[in-house]
């Protein structure tokens, strides 16, 4: 069982670079997240996306950008990259957004900006 | 608006030895709680959770958690800490109606041989 995977790992970019993070769930779940963590923080909604092609704003999401094309891929754009988004970003899974609902996690991709 | 306040950032327990880690909530109505545990380079993993009924949960790994409505709080609780244990524990709460989940920031547990 993959559950949900991140790709990349890690990556450094310099001020202004462009990318794109890849979150993948072979779950079957409707609704999909992107979180960013920062020390001292938590973790914090970036974007959410509540079916496929469908995409809604979270608590943090000025910078970002997200696709949701496929059920399964959820897609975290960042057009002009910046110091300040310098975080780990976890996507996260489950069957509905009601907050009973399970979230399932990836392992995290590390993202420095310099 | 929802918070969740985990005042330990960081708890060093000796190995065999019981665990407490606290967590508040401020939410008006009945929260959703949950308690994720993240080891390192992992992912988050939840422990356990509590929605209604019995103030006194029970999750994986032998940890247990306990609502207290009166106290706004959801201490995660193990009797003897192992040391495959260490890692960093969030608190986390959500209601009826809401999207998103609000996280504490975290408690980073240390176990010394």
């Known amino acids: 069982n993959a559950g949900v995977t991140q790709t990349p790992k890690f990556r450094v970019l310099k001020t202004g670079q462009s990318m794109t993070l890849l979150c993948a769930q072979d779950?079957?779940?409707?609704?999909m997240y992107w979180y960013r963590q920062d020390p001292g923080m938590g973790l914090r909604l970036i974007h959410y996306?509540?079916?496929?092609?469908?995409?809604a704003k979270g608590e943090v999401p000025d910078g970002y950008n997200v696709s949701r094309l496929k059920k399964q891929n959820f897609l975290l754009g960042l057009e002009s990259a910046a110091p300040s988004q310098t975080s780990v970003y976890f996507c996260?899974?489950?069957?509905?957004?009601?907050?009973?609902?399970?979230?399932?996690f990836g392992a995290g991709t590390r993202l420095s900006v310099l | 608006a929802q918070s969740v306040t985990q005042p330990d950032i960081h708890i060093t327990v000796s190995e065999g030895a019981s665990l407490e880690l606290r967590c508040n909530y401020s939410?008006?109505?009945?929260?959703?709680l949950f308690w994720y545990v993240q080891s390192p380079g992992q992912g988050l993993q939840l422990l356990l959770k509590?929605?209604?009924?019995?103030?006194l949960v029970q999750g994986i790994k032998g940890f247990e958690a306990e609502f207290k409505r009166s106290q706004s709080s959801f201490n995660l609780r193990k009797p003897s800490v192992h040391w495959s244990d260490a890692a960093e524990y969030f608190c986390?709460?959500?209601?009826?109606?809401?999207?998103?989940?609000?996280f504490g920031s975290g408690t980073r547990l240390q176990v010394q041989p």
């Open positions: 996260a899974s489950s069957w509905g957004t009601e907050a009973k609902n399970i979230q399932y």
């Open positions: 779950m079957n779940h409707e609704y």
């Open positions: 996306s509540v079916g496929e092609g469908t995409t």
């Open positions: 939410y008006g109505a009945t929260p959703y």
């Open positions: 509590y929605f209604s009924g019995d103030t």
């Open positions: 986390a709460v959500g209601a009826a109606g809401r999207r998103a989940l609000t």
